[in-house]
């Protein structure tokens, strides 16, 4: 059995389901999940918390010298190394002495500036000296995201030695309820801010409402641009079709989305993945997202285990939702199919055990394998 270090830059909720399954699958004294820096105050007024309890594979790096010390030997010596924590020095040195290494991320060029950064003389040294690192053969790509793949393509960084990947949400502990609703429940949950574009929703609604197709929305949330999208939607009339309740919760909205039968992820390509496109599919919605979004295009095949829509198209949003509406057959359906996507392919198990194969492929200590879509499926 060979060695793993799992690198994050501070804790999250999104990564830890997929470290615990690494964690049952290796030896405790072959797996460390080494996380960076605590968590940041924003992540922790969004709700989100330090679950974490007493696993002897759990390496908080910025706790002391002690664990300073820990995560240099990890990173020098261990076998394998999965990391989404961008240390240069760290990746000159495993480039350098032929250690297989993964480098993990979202999108390089998220929108407006996008691949503008590359104008900017610092961006543009940092980027070419990471080309120099992560040419080496032994260095590999994973892509949180559709577009993370393209972006890196584009670089010619990796060459063939890009793989899929993404953030693995921890499946439900309780099934779907059925739903049996009169009226259809429409659910959205994030920060309310201008990328996440929740706007779109609001206009798609008060299409809905126009053509007299019934339904009811809740929008979840707390940020910058609360006040416009609430003035917005008294304009359009939207009163009683339509709640704004505050933050609430990790373990709240999952209640919520079992409870609602649509989830609409309205986030342009800033949205780097949306891991609640993974927690609506396993919790029974169908999933509305726009296509742009990281995840839309790696977990929802469109028409077949979920929806996907043109970004800023509140027409064909609205569309999308009066089918998916008015043909329940059809709507039951396409939850299901997206329910099967994350239970079977896109969850932690599966991920950690993909991962662990694929490096035993690329050590020689085993045949390759050649997963033809899901994670640790080769980009190309």
């Known amino acids: 059995m060979y060695s793993l270090a799992y690198i994050t830059d501070c804790f999250s909720h999104h990564q830890m389901p997929v470290a615990r399954a690494l964690a049952s699958y290796l030896y ?33 790096a910025y706790a002391g010298k ?4 820990a995560y240099t030997q990890w990173v020098n010596e261990a076998d394998v190394v999965v990391t989404g924590y961008r240390d240069i020095e ?6 350098k002495t032929g250690k297989l290494t993964f480098y993990m991320s979202e999108r390089l ?74 009226t259809v429940h429409i659910l959205w949950a994030g920060r309310l801010l201008t990328w996440k574009r929740a706007h779109i929703l609001l206009r798609a609604a008060s299409r809905l ?18 006040n416009s999208l609430i003035s917005l939607h008294r304009r359009l009339g939207l009163d009683e079709t339509i709640r704004f309740l505050p933050s609430l919760p990790a373990p709240e909205i999952r209640n919520m989305m079992r409870a609602s039968d649509i989830y ?40 077949v285990n979920g929806l996907l829509f043109r970004q800023d198209d509140d027409r064909q949003l609205a569309d999308l939702i009066t089918h998916a509406i008015t043909d329940s057959v059809w709507r ?17 198990q599966e991920a950690a055990h993909r991962l662990i194969y694929l490096a035993s492929g690329l050590l020689g200590y085993s045949t390759m394998p050649d997963y033809i879509d899901g994670p640790c499926s080769r980009f190309s």
């Open 66 to 69: 002690k664990e300073q010390m």
């Open 332 to 348: 039951y359906r396409l939850a299901r199919a997206g329910q099967q996507t994350i239970k079977q392919v896109w969850n932690p």
């Open 264 to 303: 609409v992820l309205t986030s342009n390509g800033t949205e780097g993945w949306g891991a609640v496109v993974n927690e609506a599919m396993s919790d029974g919605c169908l999933v509305i997202a726009c296509q742009e979004a990281g995840a839309a295009r790696v977990l929802i095949n469109d028409g």
């Open 209 to 226: 409402k126009t053509n007299k197709i019934p339904f009811s929305l809740d929008i979840v949330g707390d940020g910058a641009i609360r």
């Open 109 to 182: 060029w998220k929108p407006l500036i996008g691949k503008g950064r590359l104008i900017h003389p610092g961006y543009a040294q940092m980027t070419a000296q990471f080309h120099r690192i992560c040419a080496s053969p032994n260095m590999h790509y994973l892509a949180i995201g559709h577009y993370a793949a393209t972006d890196m393509a584009f670089l010619r960084t990796f060459g063939d030695r890009i793989w899929r990947w993404g953030y693995f949400t921890a499946l439900p502990e309780k099934q779907p309820v059925e739903r049996f609703h009169k």
């Open 28 to 60: 405790n004294e072959c797996f460390y999940h080494i996380v960076m820096h605590e968590l940041p105050n924003e992540r922790k007024q969004m709700g989100w918390q330090d679950t974490a309890q007493n696993e002897p594979w759990l390496l908080r």
């Open 90 to 95: 760290l990746l000159r040195h495993r480039a």
